[in-house]
């Protein structure tokens, strides 16, 4: 694989990504893991479906959160 393909890949996923959680700083880092901020809130990881992963979860328990006031 190619690193302009690799390249063009970390793109795509930052974009879904960024699309999907508003409000979050999302990256990747030379090291290659995922990152997420927001705030105070920081999501690290080598696998970018388990930041999404992570991130759902913490979107679900803001919205438990907000619903019970």
Avoid: K
């Avoid at 690193?3 to 508003?22: G, I, K, N, S």
């Avoid at 991130?55 to 907000?66: F, T, V, W």
Wanted: proline share 0%.
């Amino acid at each position: 694989m190619s690193m302009e393909h690799t390249a063009q890949q970390v793109t795509h996923r930052l974009t879904e990504l960024t699309t999907e959680f508003a409000g979050w700083r999302i990256g990747r880092g030379g090291s290659g893991n995922w990152w997420a901020v927001r705030g105070n809130e920081l999501v690290r990881t080598v696998n970018v479906e388990e930041l999404r992963a992570r991130l759902r979860e913490l979107a679900a328990a803001q919205r438990r959160r907000e619903d019970h006031g």
